[in-house]
């Protein structure tokens, strides 16, 4: 499937998103305020960046004891994933600033992550938000591991009865796969489908990039640690694989809870391409908000919490989303349009772990009741 073949009914359900934006572009010009970072966001950045990169800092201080070094690491994939989720995020969505040169510049912080900001822009602004849940679209529900099944459009193994128990250490090895082996066959998989050109470059230029980048990851978080730092070699390694553990699986289980339910309906082209849904409407059905009373749970994950937000308005900074939520909420409903949302953080991530298990028991994967 091509995604350049791929579109989205423009006669379905058309005047709900024209409404909603009318109604939240009132919004910040009746308040007289940006959609992009304020004050709050600007502290927030460093905050997040502060929570990485000062345990780090400590590591190279001789003389403590081997259980302090070791949760600095833990805490800087506790940071890890708070940048990548609350800043990164923002910025390479064009949604941090104004300026596309300083988006550019706080989204490549992602380099001290050990990912690529252009792969990750096609992943995720390119093909997640653009074909949310669409089966061979979307990598977000198609993982390169054949042992997790997140649609019910894929072919169900034996294996995947047990996907619910064992997905959790999968989670943890995001990050991991983001500075070893993922973003090179990412590359060569974007340039096969021609899609590195949406972001402004080559792919002589950004293979070049992602190689400068990985030496200084390398040099950075690796090879500096293992030489200087006061901890024994052996709470280094432990200590950088809990790192990136710590933070892959913060990471996965903020953004699966929120595509990956028994809401979700996983539309499928019809052999046109055509997709019988409005894009706006698709993220409503296949996208859903939890814990949305919860403020510093909210701070930490970067106002991830409001992914139909998110999804709808991915070009607004976060800190807006539980602002424009019941905006948002209210003419769904005038509309006779779904929006899910979970009080609770745990709650969703309850029915996240009961659709692996109906995804990996039935090739339909019934909803849950």
Same mark, same amino acid.
């Given at each position: 499937?091509?995604?350049?073949?791929?579109?989205?009914?423009?006669?379905?359900?058309?005047?709900?998103?024209?409404?909603?934006?009318?109604?939240?572009?009132?919004?910040?010009?009746?308040?007289?305020?940006?959609?992009?970072?304020?004050?709050?966001?600007?502290?927030?950045?460093?905050?997040?960046?502060?929570?990485?990169?000062?345990? @780090?800092?400590?590591?190279?201080?001789?003389?403590?004891?081997?259980?302090?070094?070791?949760?600095?690491?833990?805490?800087? #994939?506790?940071?890890?994933? #708070?940048?990548?989720?609350?800043?990164?995020? %923002?910025?390479?969505?064009?949604? *941090?600033?104004?300026?596309?040169?300083?988006?550019?510049?706080? +989204?490549?912080?992602?380099?001290?992550?050990? #990912?690529?900001?252009?792969?990750?822009?096609?992943?995720?602004?390119?093909?997640?938000?653009? *074909?949310?849940?669409?089966?061979?679209? &979307? /990598? &977000?529900? %198609?993982?390169?591991?054949?042992?997790?099944?997140?649609?019910?459009?894929?072919?169900?193994?034996?294996?995947?009865?047990?996907?619910?128990?064992?997905?959790?250490?999968?989670? +943890?090895?995001?990050?991991?796969?983001?500075?070893?082996?993922?973003?090179?066959?990412?590359?060569?998989?974007?340039?096969?489908? %021609?899609?590195?050109?949406?972001?402004?470059?080559?792919?002589?230029?950004?293979?070049? *990039?992602?190689?400068?980048?990985?030496?200084?990851?390398?040099?950075?978080?690796?090879?500096?640690? @293992?030489?200087?730092?006061?901890? !024994?070699?052996?709470?280094?390694?432990?200590?950088?694989?809990?790192?990136?553990?710590?933070? +892959?699986?913060?990471?996965?289980?903020?953004?699966?809870?929120?595509?990956?339910?028994? !809401?979700?309906?996983?539309?499928?082209?019809?052999?046109?391409?055509?997709?019988?849904?409005?894009?706006?409407?698709?993220?409503?059905?296949?996208?859903? %908000?939890?814990?949305?009373?919860?403020?510093?749970? !909210?701070?930490?994950?970067?106002?991830?919490?409001?992914?139909? /937000?998110?999804?709808? @308005?991915?070009?607004?900074?976060?800190?807006?989303? !539980?602002?424009?939520?019941?905006?948002?909420?209210?003419?769904? /409903? /005038? *509309?006779?349009?779904?929006?899910?949302?979970?009080?609770?953080?745990?709650?969703?991530?309850?029915?996240?772990?009961?659709?692996?298990?109906?995804?990996?028991?039935? &090739?339909?994967?019934?909803?849950?009741?």
């Amino acid at each position: 499937m091509n995604h350049q073949t791929v579109s989205f009914s423009k006669e379905t359900n058309v005047e709900f998103y024209k409404t909603l934006r009318s109604r939240v572009n009132s919004y910040f010009k009746d308040n007289n305020i940006t959609r992009h970072a304020n004050a709050a966001m600007v502290i927030k950045t460093i905050v997040m960046l502060a929570i990485y990169l000062v345990p @780090f800092g400590f590591l190279f201080v001789s003389g403590l004891s081997s259980w302090v070094y070791f949760v600095c690491w833990a805490m800087m #994939g506790v940071g890890m994933a #708070g940048v990548g989720l609350s800043v990164m995020h %923002d910025a390479n969505h064009g949604a *941090y600033s104004r300026n596309e040169n300083i988006n550019k510049a706080i +989204g490549n912080v992602l380099i001290l992550l050990g #990912g690529s900001a252009v792969n990750w822009k096609i992943q995720h602004n390119v093909l997640h938000h653009t *074909y949310t849940n669409v089966t061979h679209l &979307d /990598e &977000d529900i %198609d993982p390169p591991s054949k042992l997790l099944r997140f649609t019910p459009h894929k072919k169900r193994f034996a294996a995947h009865k047990f996907q619910h128990l064992y997905a959790w250490f999968f989670y +943890g090895l995001m990050t991991f796969m983001w500075f070893s082996t993922k973003d090179f066959k990412q590359a060569v998989r974007y340039k096969n489908k %021609d899609l590195i050109k949406t972001q402004g470059t080559t792919y002589g230029r950004h293979l070049s *990039y992602i190689i400068l980048f990985k030496v200084i990851y390398v040099g950075l978080f690796i090879v500096s640690p @293992f030489v200087w730092s006061g901890g !024994s070699w052996l709470v280094t390694l432990l200590g950088f694989l809990i790192m990136h553990f710590i933070a +892959g699986f913060i990471l996965s289980i903020i953004f699966q809870p929120a595509h990956v339910v028994p !809401s979700s309906n996983y539309p499928m082209p019809d052999e046109s391409g055509n997709i019988e849904a409005d894009w706006a409407v698709n993220q409503l059905y296949n996208t859903a %908000d939890f814990a949305p009373k919860s403020k510093w749970f !909210s701070w930490y994950v970067g106002g991830l919490n409001f992914q139909v /937000e998110h999804h709808l @308005f991915p070009n607004i900074c976060h800190v807006h989303y !539980s602002k424009i939520a019941d905006i948002v909420k209210a003419t769904a /409903e /005038e *509309y006779n349009l779904p929006y899910y949302s979970y009080k609770t953080f745990m709650g969703a991530l309850a029915d996240h772990t009961k659709m692996l298990y109906n995804l990996g028991h039935y &090739d339909q994967a019934p909803a849950i009741h």
